[in-house]
Every structure is written in C-alpha cells, then in structure tokens.
C-alpha cells in the first residue's frame, strides 16, 4: 500500500452551469425498457420489514434560466414524473442497480436561490434518455457486466436517494412563487423511489406465485453501485437489497461518493429533530451502529457507514473509486462550506481542494481495516467512471491495475474463496501534484457535457 505524499494546492475560480448535467441524448436502448411510475401513493415493505407509505416523485423543484439581456432568471416548477429503467441479462441470476446522481440541495438556497444562478445545486427533474455508456454500454464487449440484468435509477430528488419528505423552503428573490418570501415545496422522494424500484424487482424475481415476467432464477449475485450522489444512494440501499434477496452474495462499488462532506449539511438534511430528507425512518435498523450514524461528525460519517456495512456483511464485498482531485466533489465540498454565501460556491480555495482530497484519501485509508473493503483512487480530476466510455474502458494505466479488471475482480470468485488478485487497494503512482486550472476546466467540461 502506498503512502500519500503532501498534497499541493491549485485556485479553481469557476462560473459552472449544473444545467448541461442531464442533456438529452438520442439512443437505441435495445432491450431497455422504461418504466414510468403514475403519481400516487404506493404501499410497500422496506429493509426493516415494515410495512409503508411511499410516494415516488421527483422533486418538483424550480426550473429555472437567466435572460441573456436582462441577466433575470425565469422560473417554472418541475416536472414531478419519475421513471427507471430495467434492461433482462442473459446471465438472469446475477443483477445490477445502478443510481444515478446529479448534485444535492438541504436549506432555502441551494434548493431554490441557488436554481436561479449559473451554479444550481441540483437537477430538480429527470431530463432527456438514458445515456448508455460505460457500465450501462451492454453493446461493448468488454464491459463485464453486460449480460447481467440491469436496472437504472434514475436521480431528480435532491436527497441523495436518501429522502421520505416534502419539505418548504423559501424563495428569498420571489422569481419561483411570484412572492418574495415564498414557499416551495421539494419532494425529497428519493428513497421512496428507490423503494418502488426494490418493489418492482422483488416482485419480478419473486419464488413462486405471480410474476410479471417468467425470470425462474432466483438472484445469485446482487451489484449496488452508483455514481456521485448515486454513490451515496447505492450504499443507503444496499441492507435494503440484501434483505429483498438474501440469498444472493452481495456487491458494493461507490464511484465518486467518497463522503466529505461538512457538519452544516449533515445537521440540515439528517439529523433529528429538524431533518430535511427524512432520512432517518429508512436507516435499517438492525445493523449495530447504523441508528447513531447521522451524529457522528463529518470527518467519521462515511467511514462509520462502510465499516457498519462491511462488518454486518463479512462475506459481501465493498468497494469505492475516486480521483484523487475530483473537481465536482470538492466542488460540492465548497457549497456545503459556503452555503450561505452563493457567490462564494464556484471558488475553490487552495485549502478547500487540499482538505477534501486529503480527507477522501484518509477516509479511503481508514475504511481499508475492515478485510472486505477495497479503494481505487485514480490520477486527475475527472468526476465519475461508471457512465464514460473514455475512462472506464481505458487499460492503459500506471496503476497496478486498470479500473476495468479491478472492477471485475470485485464480482469474480478467487481460487479457495479467497479474493481475486487484482481485487486490491490501488492508489495512483506520481499523482499527487494537483491539476492545472486548464485540466480542471477539461474535467468540468466533461461533468457538464452531461
């Protein structure tokens, strides 16, 4: 295992646009279907057994654009419809839920005010087709997970995938409630999304009875895994996948979700009594340690969550990639430092960027005591893998390992049960000197083009 050296630090001043992260792509989807859920109020059972509520939707959160001419934003609210997608593998015992991100929002600005500038905090809605690259490029012939079934859920709530609550905040400007003072209503449903996807699944692979298709194989090996906020979501999810299928051998890979994140957002959006997301009700219970997660402080929140995970499940694998300089992270780092000040958002401080690649990596490191945990932190600034076809494809490395055969390491049985060779902490060689603000700008551009 490699040491990290002192980490240099770079300035990135930047006026980004969230609003190119969910751009329309035209796509022959091929065996995907989509499935569009009808508005409405369900009733299902979740990771705990009990037996609830849900009302999938995204989040209805302010739409907005600025006016070349007069520089004033206009406001419309969004569209509240949610949908996933599901594609059947040849391989029908071995399945992949795949959450996808697009950004976070907790308080009044960055769920509204922040909509109204070129640096919106989140994708409010889900825009345009499901962009099939990367873990979702099942045409490739290198993708290893291709004739495994597949279901993508898609992100629209600003919750993380974590949230059972509408909650009101305030439109300080007025330009989404025509009032200044306002209030608009977010649905942060993202775990009851999550919920009617799990539904979904358990009653299309159930043993016996009905199904809604004859898939006779019950589910032998289960992949959680997420990009970005979709990071967060997958790890949320995974005892409540565990407990829909038990028997399966479980998976976890968190892409560019590795947890810094400050105490302000923390308070805000999980913590009781005034909690945001609603999150705490979808905790599953019986791990020991999971109920208390919430209160610990930032620096400790996301290694207390993989290591209650890895312990509770010794058999199961976990796993999390990163760039070391991943520019969209510490981007978001940056909001949840400055929440308050929104001109303050796009400029990220050479402390600010040193102190979260340095906490990811120790977050990485410490994670790594638990045996069935491993990390992969690659070189750059790039911001996610799992749904690029430039990275994720891409052999050529000064790493003891690819990405790619790292990644289907995770999944693959080593000789007397004992872990494939190339499944292993790999951290990048000669990679500790930050990017240039032209690199970083490539790695924006790349995030954005989404």
């Not at 055969?405 to 049960?417: C, I, P, Q, V, Y």
Request: hydrophobic share 35%.
């Amino acid at each position: 295992m490699k040491s990290l050296k002192a980490i240099k630090s770079v300035v990135v001043v930047f006026l980004l646009s969230f609003a190119a992260l969910a751009a329309a792509h035209d796509k022959n989807y091929g065996d995907w279907k989509k499935i569009d859920v009808a508005p409405g109020n369900y009733q299902t059972t979740d990771g705990n057994g009990a037996i609830r509520e849900i009302a999938p939707s995204c989040s209805g959160g302010p739409v907005c654009t600025l006016d070349a001419v007069t520089g004033l934003p206009s406001c419309r609210e969004g569209n509240k419809q949610f949908s996933f997608y599901y594609k059947p593998g040849k391989e029908k015992e071995k399945l992949v839920v795949y959450f996808d991100g697009g950004g976070a929002c907790w308080d009044s600005n960055t769920c509204v005010t922040g909509q109204q500038t070129p640096i919106s905090a989140y994708v409010p809605e889900i825009k345009g087709d499901l962009i099939t690259e990367g873990l979702i490029d099942v045409q490739n012939p290198q993708n290893p997970y291709r004739d495994w079934s597949i279901a993508v859920i898609p992100y629209c709530t600003g919750d993380i995938h974590w949230g059972s609550k509408d909650q009101n905040y305030v439109d300080f400007t007025g330009a989404v409630t025509g009032t200044p003072g306002g209030a608009v209503t977010i649905h942060h449903r993202g775990f009851d999304n999550f919920l009617y996807v799990r539904d979904w699944l358990m009653k299309r692979y159930a043993e016996g009875g009905k199904r809604e298709e004859k898939d006779n194989d019950s589910i032998k090996k289960l992949l959680i895994t997420g990009s970005s906020a979709g990071a967060y979501g997958a790890v949320f999810a995974y005892p409540h996948m565990k407990q829909a299928f038990p028997k399966a051998k479980g998976y976890l890979m968190a892409d560019a979700g590795n947890g810094v994140v400050s105490d302000a957002l923390l308070q805000q959006a999980v913590r009781t009594p005034d909690d945001h997301w609603g999150a705490s009700a979808n905790l599953v219970h019986v791990i020991p340690g999971v109920d208390g997660i919430f209160n610990l402080p930032a620096d400790r929140f996301a290694q207390g969550f993989y290591s209650a995970l890895a312990g509770y499940y010794p058999k199961d694998r976990f796993s999390q990639y990163s760039t070391l300089f991943d520019v969209i992270q510490a981007l978001f780092y940056n909001i949840s430092l400055n929440q308050n000040n929104i001109p303050a958002w796009a400029v990220i401080t050479p402390q600010v960027y040193g102190a979260w690649s340095q906490q990811m990596v120790n977050n990485a490191f410490v994670t790594a005591a638990n045996p069935n945990y491993r990390f992969y932190i690659a070189s750059g600034c790039n911001h996610t893998i799992l749904h690029f076809n430039d990275d994720f494809y891409n052999t050529q490395t000064t790493q003891d390992v690819s990405f790619l055969s790292w990644f289907k390491a995770l999944t693959k049985d080593g000789e007397d049960g004992a872990y494939p060779d190339k499944w292993t902490n790999s951290f990048c060689v000669g990679c500790t000197i930050p990017p240039t603000p032209e690199a970083v700008g490539a790695c924006l551009q790349r995030s954005f083009s989404r």
